[in-house]
Protein backbone atom coordinates (compact mmCIF):
# COMPACT_ATOMS: atom_id res chain seq x y z
CA UNK A 1 0.00 0.00 0.00
CA UNK A 2 1.79 3.34 -1.24
CA UNK A 3 1.66 5.93 1.44
CA UNK A 4 1.74 9.30 0.67
CA UNK A 5 2.43 12.16 2.79
CA UNK A 6 1.98 15.94 2.36
CA UNK A 7 3.52 18.91 4.08
CA UNK A 8 3.82 23.15 3.72
CA UNK A 9 0.36 23.81 4.66
CA UNK A 10 -0.41 26.92 6.37
CA UNK A 11 -1.78 30.29 7.14
CA UNK A 12 -0.80 32.79 4.39
CA UNK A 13 -1.97 35.92 3.92
CA UNK A 14 -3.58 37.12 0.86
CA UNK A 15 -1.09 37.55 -2.24
CA UNK A 16 1.72 35.14 -0.17
CA UNK A 17 2.96 31.99 -1.72
CA UNK A 18 3.21 28.38 -0.15
CA UNK A 19 4.84 25.16 -1.25
CA UNK A 20 3.56 22.05 -0.53
CA UNK A 21 5.57 18.63 -0.69
CA UNK A 22 4.40 15.32 -1.71
CA UNK A 23 6.34 12.05 -0.67
CA UNK A 24 6.30 8.54 0.08
CA UNK A 25 8.82 6.48 2.17
CA UNK A 26 7.88 3.07 1.31
CA UNK A 27 8.07 3.18 -2.38
CA UNK A 28 9.64 5.48 -5.31
CA UNK A 29 7.00 7.89 -6.99
CA UNK A 30 8.84 8.04 -10.34
CA UNK A 31 6.31 5.06 -11.13
CA UNK A 32 3.64 7.31 -10.60
CA UNK A 33 1.67 10.22 -11.90
CA UNK A 34 0.61 12.34 -9.28
CA UNK A 35 -1.97 14.62 -8.73
CA UNK A 36 -2.78 17.23 -6.07
CA UNK A 37 -6.15 17.91 -5.01
CA UNK A 38 -8.36 20.24 -2.53
CA UNK A 39 -10.95 20.50 -1.10
CA UNK A 40 -13.24 23.15 1.10
CA UNK A 41 -15.92 23.49 3.65
CA UNK A 42 -18.76 22.44 1.87
CA UNK A 43 -17.20 21.79 -1.37
CA UNK A 44 -16.21 18.76 -3.88
CA UNK A 45 -12.87 17.44 -4.18
CA UNK A 46 -11.55 19.19 -6.96
CA UNK A 47 -8.21 18.49 -9.07
CA UNK A 48 -5.87 21.00 -8.59
CA UNK A 49 -2.82 20.17 -11.36
CA UNK A 50 -1.49 16.86 -11.71
CA UNK A 51 1.99 16.10 -13.94
CA UNK A 52 3.23 12.21 -15.12
CA UNK A 53 5.54 10.26 -14.25
CA UNK A 54 8.63 12.34 -16.03
CA UNK A 55 7.42 15.47 -15.34
CA UNK A 56 7.06 16.16 -18.94
CA UNK A 57 3.09 16.23 -18.94
CA UNK A 58 1.48 18.36 -16.61
CA UNK A 59 -2.26 20.31 -16.29
CA UNK A 60 -3.79 22.73 -13.83
CA UNK A 61 -7.49 23.91 -12.85
CA UNK A 62 -8.07 26.81 -15.06
CA UNK A 63 -8.57 28.99 -11.55
CA UNK A 64 -4.85 28.48 -10.38
CA UNK A 65 -3.22 28.54 -14.07
CA UNK A 66 -0.57 31.29 -14.19
CA UNK A 67 -0.24 31.23 -10.22
CA UNK A 68 0.95 27.53 -9.37
CA UNK A 69 3.05 25.26 -10.69
CA UNK A 70 4.06 21.75 -10.27
CA UNK A 71 7.13 20.13 -10.66
CA UNK A 72 8.72 16.56 -9.53
CA UNK A 73 12.40 15.70 -8.17
CA UNK A 74 12.34 11.74 -8.42
CA UNK A 75 15.83 11.81 -6.64
CA UNK A 76 14.28 13.32 -3.68
CA UNK A 77 11.16 11.45 -4.11
CA UNK A 78 9.62 14.12 -3.89
CA UNK A 79 6.18 16.17 -5.97
CA UNK A 80 5.82 19.79 -5.42
CA UNK A 81 3.13 22.24 -5.32
CA UNK A 82 4.17 26.10 -6.07
CA UNK A 83 1.56 28.54 -5.25
CA UNK A 84 1.74 31.97 -5.47
CA UNK A 85 -0.75 35.11 -5.15
CA UNK A 86 -2.82 33.16 -2.90
CA UNK A 87 -6.38 33.76 -2.67
CA UNK A 88 -8.67 33.20 0.07
CA UNK A 89 -10.67 30.89 -2.32
CA UNK A 90 -7.75 28.53 -2.30
CA UNK A 91 -8.67 28.05 0.95
CA UNK A 92 -8.75 23.99 1.73
CA UNK A 93 -7.39 20.93 2.46
CA UNK A 94 -4.76 19.87 -0.33
CA UNK A 95 -4.20 15.90 -0.78
CA UNK A 96 -1.31 14.31 -3.18
CA UNK A 97 -2.78 11.34 -5.36
CA UNK A 98 -0.82 8.53 -6.87
CA UNK A 99 -2.17 6.68 -10.21
CA UNK A 100 -0.05 4.20 -12.00
CA UNK A 101 -0.83 6.00 -15.45
CA UNK A 102 -1.14 10.06 -16.21
CA UNK A 103 -4.59 11.27 -17.60
CA UNK A 104 -7.51 12.92 -16.35
CA UNK A 105 -6.77 15.10 -13.69
CA UNK A 106 -10.21 13.86 -11.91
CA UNK A 107 -9.83 12.63 -8.30
CA UNK A 108 -11.88 9.08 -8.91
CA UNK A 109 -9.08 8.36 -11.29
CA UNK A 110 -6.53 8.49 -8.69
CA UNK A 111 -5.92 4.89 -6.69
CA UNK A 112 -3.31 6.17 -3.96
CA UNK A 113 -4.13 9.33 -1.33
CA UNK A 114 -2.56 11.20 1.56
CA UNK A 115 -4.10 12.43 5.00
CA UNK A 116 -3.84 16.06 3.66
CA UNK A 117 -2.71 19.58 4.40
CA UNK A 118 -4.32 22.71 5.45
CA UNK A 119 -3.81 25.91 3.53
CA UNK A 120 -6.04 28.68 4.97
CA UNK A 121 -5.38 32.34 3.16
CA UNK A 122 -6.47 34.90 5.29
CA UNK A 123 -5.37 38.66 6.26
Known amino acids: QLQLVESGGGLVQPGGSLRLSCTAS????????IGWFRQAPGKEREGVSC????????NFVDSVKGRFTISRDNAKNTVYLQMNSLKPEDTAVYYC????????????????WGQGTQVTVSS
Open 97 to 112: AAREYYGLCESIEYVF
Open 26 to 33: DITLDYYA
Open 51 to 58: IGRRGRST
